[in-house]
């Protein structure tokens, strides 16, 4: 059973190695996959360092859902694993925690929700676990996602929640104790930062009208 890790980033250069260092000592994971989503930093570069690591680079910002696409139309993986390119404190066991169920045949498709991270970041997935960007998934369950719901943006995560709603997929959450990620408004600075938290909220809240 082979698994593929697919890590989408835009503008993650200081955050990105830490992510890979963790993902690349899991020996569980045949292929990691960088989409690059139109990043002007060192995102790629950094990636391209690491032995072993495919990198896609895609010429403009085009959206999380769009290049976590990208990257799914890049492997053939029968368990695909995806990762935010901006997490803090992830480890191999917090890796492994997200994959094994799925690898193993115990779930369809696992989610991992921040504990004992940061206050703010366990809080916002301890209310809305279902919004989160770390899963394990089974590959004929991504294949069924049409083309449209992988172009909502940051909505795809809740557009994966409602498929597994309705097609009674096995979902099991998982704790990632210490881990947690960069907000926002820390990355952008306030203002640019809330607006694209808002957009966020925006792309989401029309997942759930649907």
Request: aromatic share 10%; with cysteine.
């Given at each position: 059973?082979?698994?593929?890790?697919?890590?989408?980033?835009y503008n993650e250069e200081k955050h990105i190695g830490q992510v890979l260092y963790a993902v690349k000592r899991v020996g569980e994971i045949d292929d990691i996959v960088v989409v690059s989503d139109g990043s002007t930093d060192r995102t790629a570069e950094v990636a391209c360092g690491f032995d072993g690591v495919r990198v896609i680079e895609l010429?403009?910002?085009?959206?999380?859902?769009?290049a976590m696409k990208a990257g799914l139309d890049n492997t053939s993986a029968s368990i695909v694993l995806f990762l935010d390119a901006d997490l803090i404190g992830l480890e191999p066991h917090h890796v492994r925690a997200l994959l094994l169920p799925v690898f193993h045949g115990a779930a369809d498709m696992v989610l991992g929700?921040?504990?004992?991270?940061?206050?703010?970041?366990?809080?916002?997935q301890k209310l809305t676990?279902?919004?989160?960007g770390q899963r394990a998934v089974k590959r004929w369950v991504l294949d069924m996602i049409s083309d449209e719901?992988?172009?909502?943006?940051?909505?795809?995560?809740?557009?994966?929640t409602r498929c597994a709603r309705k097609w009674?997929?096995?979902?099991?959450?998982?704790?990632?104790?210490?881990?947690?990620?960069?907000?926002k408004e820390e990355k952008m600075g306030a203002m640019r930062?809330?607006?694209e938290r808002l957009k966020m909220y925006w792309e989401i809240a029309k997942q759930l009208r649907m």
């Open positions: 059973m082979s698994v593929s890790a697919i890590i989408p980033a010429p403009q910002n085009m959206g999380k859902g769009y929700v921040f504990c004992s991270g940061r206050g703010m970041t366990d809080l916002a676990p279902f919004l989160t719901m992988w172009s909502t943006g940051y909505g795809i995560e809740m557009a994966l009674n997929l096995r979902v099991m959450e998982v704790p990632l104790y210490g881990v947690t990620h960069v907000m930062g809330m607006a």
